[in-house]
């Protein structure tokens, strides 16, 4: 399963989300923040902090293969190397 942290309004946010519905992926979105960093939901934000280490977005967790990454270039690097 993978899981998208992101926010809406967010340009880096949405590449991910193009990449991911061009390649046909199937995926949760988690809106734990704006994209100025006004905290929407306090325990997906705790997740997201807990889980990367950082408040950035966006932040990608691919549970079938044990990686999580930020940086949009480097997640839809990733998605094309795995998933394409």
Do not use: W
Request: one cysteine or more; aromatic letters at 8%.
């Amino acid at each position: 399963m993978l899981e998208l942290y992101q926010a809406e309004g967010c340009p880096y946010s949405e590449t991910v989300r193009e990449k991911l519905t061009e390649l046909g992926v199937s995926y949760v979105v988690h809106n734990p923040r704006t994209h100025d960093g006004d905290v929407l939901n306090e325990q997906t934000h705790g997740e997201l902090t807990a889980l990367g280490g950082a408040d950035q977005i966006p932040f990608l967790v691919d549970h079938r293969r044990g990686e999580a990454m930020y940086e949009s270039d480097d997640i839809v690097e990733y998605l094309e190397d795995h998933y394409a």
